[in-house]
């Protein structure tokens, strides 16, 4: 009986020792996460993703609207639009009806606005420009890098101090970026691009007709708005001008030459 117990003695003490070497030689496998945790996970990743594109989509719509850009405050702007190597911007050589911008203390820009390629946009910038719509009117928006916008008729009148380094929220606040004529043109698809120095009309959403007084220039190639928004002009000279541009700067006239 001795025999038999040492025996199987034996045989659970060398069942033991073969059992310690085996997880030494061949370490156990991690377990796997609870399926749930799995599924939660990867919905909270797809949720993040979703969110993302969200606000990529967002701040490409409101970066250039005719009203304060918060969603895109700290986006489009200080986040870098996607740019690339500015191209050469060839004009349209037939419909071409020049202008004359001046900005108090800055010097002229000359716009070349092409109504062959945007003739409801241009015969309405055109009219703005004759009733002198423009005169005093301030720009609200410049943002290095990006575009210079201009043409709210509630500026008229401000204190150009008052704009000079503020925020899209602190100009916003201020009741800037939802005005115009109140005569609204519609949408005008063209094949031009928004290259360094083009004029484009300001939106409340891409490819809608609610461009009116405002507009931008592109400071970039500004690539990522081509066919949202209607390319109509381009400054032909005058650019050192547009790259001094700043928020409260005046125009002290705007004229068809």
């Not at 916008?149 to 380094?165: A, E, H």
């Amino acid at each position: 009986m001795k025999a038999v117990l040492g025996i199987f003695g034996i045989a659970i003490g060398f069942i033991i020792l073969s059992m310690l070497i085996s997880q030494t030689v061949h370490p156990g496998k991690q377990l796997t996460a609870n399926p749930q945790e799995v599924e939660q996970l990867k919905w909270e990743a797809e949720q993040e993703k979703d969110k993302k594109k969200a606000a990529e989509d967002e701040a490409k719509q409101n970066s250039v609207k005719g009203k304060p850009a918060d969603a895109a405050e700290g986006k489009t702007a200080e986040g870098k639009p996607q740019t690339s190597s500015n191209p050469t911007f060839v004009p349209p050589k037939d419909g071409v009806v020049t202008a004359l911008l001046e900005i108090k203390g800055k010097g002229v820009i000359t716009i070349d606005l092409y109504s062959k390629a945007a003739p409801k946009t241009v015969e309405h910038m055109v009219k703005l420009i004759k009733e002198g719509f423009y005169n005093n009117v301030l720009f609200h928006r410049v943002i290095p890098g990006f575009v210079a916008q201009v043409g709210d008729p509630k500026s008229k009148g401000m204190n150009p101090n008052d704009l000079k380094g503020k925020s899209d929220a602190e100009i916003g606040r201020l009741g800037l970026g939802a005005s115009g004529s109140g005569s609204p043109v519609e949408f005008e698809p063209n094949e031009l691009n928004n290259y360094v120095g083009t004029l484009a009309m300001a939106l409340n959403k891409p490819q809608t007709a609610t461009g009116d007084s405002q507009f931008f220039i592109n400071l970039v190639y500004n690539k990522s708005l081509d066919r949202d928004y209607c390319v109509f002009g381009h400054v032909s000279t005058g650019m050192d001008v547009v790259n001094k541009l700043e928020n409260g700067d005046q125009i002290v006239s705007f004229k068809i030459k």
